[in-house]
């Protein structure tokens, strides 16, 4: 599995369209992609990065490199990349594998 995980530090006042961004992608998502095996994305609870002002965080996880080269090239996802920076001061992504990869 590729695993994509990215945390996001909203703007002040930010943090709902954040959310609202975050539903639109999984919405945008939800009539599937081969090789998206979950997709899942919430409020951070915990004090260390909410210390910092990272407020949400979102997991992808794929089958392999060429699923993640879909999801990146999708719709949905490029909505998305395309208002972030207006609702973000911050944001970091970290990609791994895990297991064997498909």
Request: with cysteine; net charge negative.
């Given at each position: ?31 599937g ?15 260390s ?7 949400h ?46």
């Amino acid at each position: 599995m590729l695993e994509h995980y990215v945390v996001f530090r909203p703007r002040p006042g930010k943090e709902r369209e954040l959310a609202e961004a975050l539903a639109a992608l999984e919405s945008g998502l939800a009539g599937g992609l081969a090789g998206l095996a979950e997709l899942s994305w919430g409020e951070n609870t915990n004090r260390s990065g909410l210390d910092r002002g990272f407020t949400h965080g979102c997991l992808a996880r794929f089958t392999g490199p060429e699923a993640f080269g879909r999801y990146w090239d999708h719709p949905a996802h490029e909505r998305f990349l395309g208002v972030l920076d207006g609702i973000c001061e911050d944001r970091f992504a970290l990609d791994w594998t895990s297991g064997a990869t498909a």
